[in-house]
């Protein structure tokens, strides 16, 4: 498993892109707090905390699955214009 760091990304995309994902995805932020963000409520704790001022705060993802890491890594390198749906 490798990490990514995500950068500014529209979050309400990333939520439609963890739904597609298949292996359980992690959200680590620089604090050291891990969220499974597969499960609903840990979307909603991790990003939460993550959210400051309504801009995303640093953060690194972490895929169980390889292809979930590619499919995130793509939306976060290339954004929302280019976000296509499994």
Do not use: H
Request: hydrophobic share 40%; charged share 30%; proline share 0%.
């Amino acid at each position: 498993m490798r990490e990514f760091l995500m950068n500014d990304i529209d979050v309400q995309k990333f939520m439609q892109a963890l739904d597609n994902c298949k292996g359980n995805v992690y959200l680590i932020n620089d604090e050291g707090d891990k969220f499974n963000l597969k499960s609903k409520l840990s979307q909603m704790i991790g990003l939460v905390r993550l959210i400051e001022g309504g801009k995303l705060a640093e953060a690194k993802i972490v895929c169980d699955n390889v292809d979930d890491e590619s499919y995130l890594f793509r939306l976060n390198l290339f954004g929302e214009d280019n976000f296509q749906t499994k």
